[in-house]
């Protein structure tokens, strides 16, 4: 069934031009009136759903059949790291040779990792062992950014389109960040320690190989790239692209707020005797993220996306320091509340960014540079988690925790004022 999934193929597809009477259509029914866009956005969701799972899986399976924490974070942060020196190679191939040609194979190559892991814990293997087949995982594709890559192809000469697909993917991610642990935990928790890594492992090679059957919408093979231009000058690294670097560290900061948002409030629910909501928290956090990134997306697109970055980083920076204040109460209700508006910051702060991110790589480029923005959320979310711990395990009080995801929005803001303000100069 899978060989034939693949090899289906049609014509590629474009987005038709809008006519004035379907001028007042929604946004989003503009996007998904396109033959193809509805089904490697399922597609797309189905294989994005195991990329909240997975971590969560196992470092459930390790510490259920292990008994230690230690290995288990130290397993699963060792695949975190190769995942941030694995995925731009994996996209930069994907730019190379094509989504389908490597998403494929790649895939297959971390689901067989999942599986040795598992095997490997059933088993008693070595340590060792862990972390060689973890470390395997870190070739999953990027189906994020192949699909945004497929959104800018179709709507190449719509920026407004191309807003707006951004808005849907970046609450795409949030719900699947949202649901895939809660997931993960029900099927480690209530059927077995290794059920969450096999069921993720099982959905993200169902979703790859049904995104990568979507031929129609695959966006060509960049022409400099091809074996017939083999003399053809190549398109230039996306961290030599003008303005890049500095959206990098702005994600670094953006991810060290997710990271050590996640930690400290559980830290502070378990110090505070309320625990088993520390889930609900943390939804109603993704939930108001979600649901302004979705409402982002039936505005126009900013005509000076630069400012209006700053502004929506300026946003999450002030409105992080709202759960740092109720915190300080000891009302979980209050605590409720002030996440749930401070997510309501993230995710147009991330929309935005990710437009100014594929407006500054080379086209034949566009998986690579998403694929960096990708490492840099991860390395921040690395970091912050590392600096949420420990603030919860060192500061005299679990209140203090709130001041890391505020400090690094604070971060975050400076270097995106400072790069704006460096722009301008130049300008």
């Known amino acids: 069934m899978a060989g034939v999934i693949l090899f289906l193929a049609a014509r590629p ?13 929604s946004p989003y029914a503009r996007l998904f009136a396109v033959p193809g866009t509805r089904a490697f956005a399922a597609a797309g969701l189905l294989a994005r759903l195991p990329m909240g799972m ?18 288990a974070g130290a397993v699963t942060g060792t695949g975190l790291a190769a995942t941030a020196l ?25 689901v067989l990792g999942s599986f040795s892991l598992l095997l490997c814990v059933r088993a008693g293997a070595p340590d060792w062992t862990l972390f060689a087949s973890y470390a395997a995982t870190a070739t999953t594709p990027n189906t994020g950014g192949m699909s945004r890559a497929r959104w800018a192809h179709l709507f190449r000469d719509d920026p407004a389109a191309q807003h707006t697909a951004n808005s849907f993917e970046q609450a795409a991610d949030e719900l699947c960040f949202l649901l895939g642990p809660v997931l993960a935990t029900l099927l480690c928790t209530g059927v077995a320690p290794e059920a969450g890594t096999a069921v993720a492992a099982t959905l993200l090679l169902t979703g790859v190989l049904l995104f990568a059957a979507q031929r129609r919408t695959e966006p060509p093979v960049a022409p400099d790239r091809t074996p017939a231009r083999p003399t053809a000058g190549r398109t230039p690294a996306p961290l030599r692209s003008r303005g890049l670097p500095p959206l990098l560290l702005t994600f670094l900061a953006t991810g060290a707020v997710f990271g050590s948002l996640e930690v400290v409030t559980v830290a502070y629910a378990d110090a505070h005797g309320f625990r088993p909501a520390a889930g609900g928290l943390l939804a109603l956090q993704a939930a108001g993220s979600g649901a ?90 690395a970091t912050g988690s590392a600096a949420g711990g420990w603030a919860a ?24 004022a400072t790069a704006t303000a460096i722009t301008a100069r130049r300008s």
């Open 393 to 416: 395990e060192h500061l005299p009080s679990p209140t203090a925790g709130y001041g890391v995801p505020a400090v690094a929005a604070a971060l975050a803001l400076t270097i995106t």
């Open 54 to 71: 997975l971590g969560v899986s196992a470092l459930l399976m390790i510490a259920g059949n292990r008994g230690s924490y230690a290995l």
């Open 86 to 110: 694995v995925g731009p190679l994996t996209a930069r191939l994907v730019d190379r040779h094509g989504q389908a040609r490597i998403a494929v194979p790649a895939t297959a190559l971390a």
């Open 292 to 381: 302004t990134g979705l409402l982002l997306g039936l505005l126009p697109p900013a005509t000076r996306p630069g400012r209006r970055f700053l502004g929506c980083v300026a946003a999450m920076a002030a409105l992080l320091t709202l759960p740092l204040a109720a915190a300080a109460s000891g009302a979980p209700l209050l605590l409720a509340a002030a996440l749930l508006t401070a997510g309501t910051a993230t995710a147009p702060a991330m929309v935005t960014g990710m437009g100014l991110v594929q407006s500054r790589i080379p086209a034949g480029r566009l998986n690579e540079g998403m694929a960096l923005a990708v490492t840099a959320l991860l390395t921040g979310i």
């Open 13 to 25: 597809v474009t987005a038709p031009p809008v006519h004035p009477t379907r001028r007042r259509r």
